[in-house]
């Protein structure tokens, strides 16, 4: 994949030749790893222009909108596949025949039902507690129940991580809504699709029946497939960097759950439903959305921009389908709706969001869908969570099998004091 080098000049003096690497698809990256070796580092706070590995996994062209998982293009994964075969598509590099399908699942809902102690562990936490702190905490602490897969020098080890994590995800996210409300936790059922069996664990009581309304439960699966990976995003670069130091899988993932909380990620669902909450009504939109241009005020269009896509992200293309779809079927009428259709309609004939290329994006629609599904908002980025596990753990993966993978450690540009003499407390002022 090398096919030229480029020289870089620093005061007239060269620093040497370096390899610009092509990809499948993409922009070409300069190999620069020798650069140190001259005394000279590169500097690019946020990553906006450095790639930090090479992957196989994911490919996102954000001019043009596209997104492929293992080259298969993300529309096509939402309508003809279900979530549990994105997994092994992420995880494995292509979509299963039929029997390996019939196997993954297997072992998946095999994996399904967590160790009783961790649910004396929920204890802990207050009745109160936001579902992602407790989410950040009880999936360390799986690495404290399952010691059997923990070495992450053995292969077979990582892949049982993987399954264990896909699988028991929804459990403990339904665990966290159950303790929340008081109610008992529901044990998965076997006999249950993955996203089936969420909704189940979710809503379903000791007390009675529960059946799961099919498009609920394709919509759910739809949300699953949107979120399951994004490439190199803030909360896999984050569990790639944690693994890299050789930490277990389980606190590599609590890392990438802390990660992806924040309301500039994944914590955009939640802080988006609010903000349609807060316009309340199509006649206050223009108001926010002067907010929103105003350079001296903080307040941003949640839901909207992303630093990929200055396009359409296509995930929000199938969310804002699977978003009509389901409030038909249910036969809601949500005004929320309508302040996000307006909203979507007056954002994007703005030329000061055209201008920036800021488009709706993935969590613009999923807020509705998980609040017409009866999903309280503190679970939005929860749910997210569950979904982006595998993605999070194939990059896992496959940074283990990577033979330049070693700890991740940035350099600086320091600008703090120079050196200086101290003082003892009792001669300072
Ligand atoms: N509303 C108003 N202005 C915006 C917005 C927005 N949502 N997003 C970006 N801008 C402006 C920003 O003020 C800046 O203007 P200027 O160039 O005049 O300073 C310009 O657009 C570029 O913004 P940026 O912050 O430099 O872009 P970024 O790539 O660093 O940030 C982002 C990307 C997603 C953090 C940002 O667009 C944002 O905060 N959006 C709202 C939060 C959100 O919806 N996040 C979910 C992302 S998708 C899910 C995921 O992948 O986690």
């Known amino acids: ?73 993300i529309d096509e994964l939402a309508k003809k596949a279900n979530y549990l075969e994105v997994c092994y598509i992420l995880i494995y590099g292509q979509a299963p025949s039929k029997e390996e399908y019939e196997s993954f699942k297997n072992t998946i809902t095999r994996h399904t039902m967590v160790h009783q102690q961790i649910a004396s562990f929920f204890q802990g936490f207050r009745r109160d507690a936001h579902p992602m702190a407790i989410m950040c905490g009880v999936v360390g602490a799986l690495s404290a129940f399952y010691h059997d897969s ?18 028991k995800m929804p459990t403990l996210a339904a665990m966290c809504f159950k303790y929340t409300n008081g109610q008992p936790f529901m044990f998965p059922q076997n006999d249950l699709g993955y996203a089936e069996n969420f909704l189940h664990m979710m809503f379903a009581t000791p007390c009675e029946k529960y059946e799961v309304n099919p498009t609920v439960a394709k919509a759910m699966d739809v949300i699953f497939t949107l979120h399951a990976d994004h490439e190199q995003n803030a909360s896999t670069t984050t569990v790639r960097l944690a693994g890299s130091s050789g930490a277990n899988p389980f606190a590599c993932i609590a890392a990438g759950i802390a990660s992806l909380w924040g309301p500039a ?33 903080p307040f941003r269009l949640m839901g909207f921009g992303h ?52 488009y709706p994006n993935v969590d613009f629609y999923s807020g509705i869908i998980l609040k017409a599904i009866g999903i309280p908002t503190s679970m939005f980025t929860v749910i997210f969570a569950v979904a982006r596990t595998v993605g999070w753990i194939s990059h896992w993966l496959e940074m283990h099998k990577d033979p330049l993978f070693r700890i991740g450690r940035p350099r600086q540009l320091y600008t703090g004091e120079s050196k200086r003499d101290f003082s003892p407390i009792h001669e300072r002022e």
């Open 265 to 297: 990620h994944g914590g955009a669902n939640e802080a988006c439903l609010k903000m349609l909450e807060q316009i309340g009504s199509v006649e206050n939109i223009k108001e926010y959305v002067d907010k929103a241009k105003d350079k001296n005020d």
């Open 1 to 73: 994949m090398t096919n030229k080098l480029v020289n870089f000049n620093c005061n007239d003096e060269t620093l040497g030749e370096f390899p610009v690497l092509e990809g499948t698809y993409g922009y070409k990256v300069i190999d620069i790893q020798s650069l140190g070796k001259n005394g000279i580092y590169t500097y690019d706070p946020g990553f906006l222009s450095t790639a930090s590995c090479e992957s196989k996994i994911t490919y996102i062209d954000g001019n043009k909108g596209i997104l492929l998982h293992r080259g298969y293009p």
């Open 150 to 167: 923990l070495d992450v020098s053995n292969e077979k080890h990582r892949e049982v991580a993987a399954f264990r994590l896909v699988a």
């Open 307 to 358: 630093r990929v896509y200055k396009n359409y992200d296509p995930r929000a293309t199938v969310m804002r389908e699977t978003c009509h779809n389901v409030l038909k079927e249910l036969n809601i009428k949500d005004p929320l709706l309508d302040v996000a259709m307006e909203l979507e309609k007056i954002a994007l004939s703005d030329e000061y969001f055209i201008e920036k290329k800021l």
